[in-house]
């Protein structure tokens, strides 16, 4: 079975730019959830989607948004790029149903971004 | 609010030893999960394991066992016969509450195991 892939793996922007990442869940996972890992911060909750719906978020600016597929892939995008949003970006799947005490998050390898 | 506590920032061992990563947690509400991750150089994250409020038993899986004490709010993560690939970063989550995806996150501890 397939793990979580995110793409790109790396990404080097500009202030000002926006950027788009790319996330597809486990086979089978309805939820897909992002996080943001910086040295200063650590990880924090970003969003969490299912079955196209935003289910919970994070306290983060409205320049960070997502939004999920039918296929359960999952989309964020960060407009007007900041130094500070430079993080490592982190997607993670879960049934999203059922029993949730028995229902891991598996997460992706993460997109690393770099702004300058 | 929910908050999770790491105090150690680093961890050294011998290859074959044990040893315990330490984990504490705040939270108001009865039902919630824990969750450890390690997170090598690599940058995935990777489940080890979990362990429910409601659980009766401590959480193991193979070499990693969790000795969950629900009153003094602690989850620490044993590794059993530490080997030089279990180096890497290790996460301490909390899910609350349990039918969403947010996790609250420790600070981590970097564990370096040494021949």
């Known amino acids: 079975k397939a793990g979580v892939t995110q793409t790109p793996r790396y990404l080097i922007k500009t202030r000002g730019q926006q950027v788009t990442l790319s996330c597809s869940p486990i086979?089978?996972?309805?939820?897909v959830s992002w996080y943001q890992q910086t040295p200063g911060q650590g990880l924090q909750f970003l969003f969490e989607?299912?079955?196209?719906?935003?289910?919970n978020k994070g306290n983060f600016p409205g320049r960070f948004s997502g939004r999920q597929f039918s296929n359960s892939r999952s989309e964020m995008n960060v407009s007007t790029l900041e130094l500070g949003d430079s993080a490592l970006y982190l997607c993670?799947?879960?049934?999203?149903?059922?029993?949730?005490?028995?229902?891991?998050?598996?997460f992706g390898n993460g997109t690393r971004l770099t702004v300058t | 609010a929910q908050k999770i506590t790491q105090t150690q920032p680093g961890m050294f061992v011998q290859e074959k030893e044990a040893v315990t990563l330490d984990c504490t947690y705040d939270?108001?509400?009865?039902?919630?999960?824990l969750f450890w991750y390690k997170q090598p150089s690599s940058g995935e994250m990777i489940f080890l394991i979990y362990?429910?409020?409601?659980?009766?038993q401590n959480a193991t899986e193979g070499r990693y066992s969790l000795n969950f004490q629900k009153a003094r709010k602690s989850a620490n993560l044993v590794i059993s016969a530490s080997q030089l690939g279990d180096s890497a970063m290790y996460f301490c989550?909390?899910?609350?509450?349990?039918?969403?995806?947010?996790?609250?996150f420790g600070t981590g501890t970097r564990l370096q195991v040494f021949p």
């Open positions: 993670a799947s879960s049934l999203g149903v059922g029993d949730y005490r028995n229902s891991p998050l598996h």
């Open positions: 086979s089978g996972h309805r939820s």
């Open positions: 989607y299912f079955s196209e719906t935003q289910r």
């Open positions: 939270t108001s509400d009865p039902s919630y999960g």
């Open positions: 362990q429910g409020s409601y659980d009766q």
């Open positions: 989550a909390m899910r609350e509450p349990v039918n969403t995806d947010k996790l609250i």
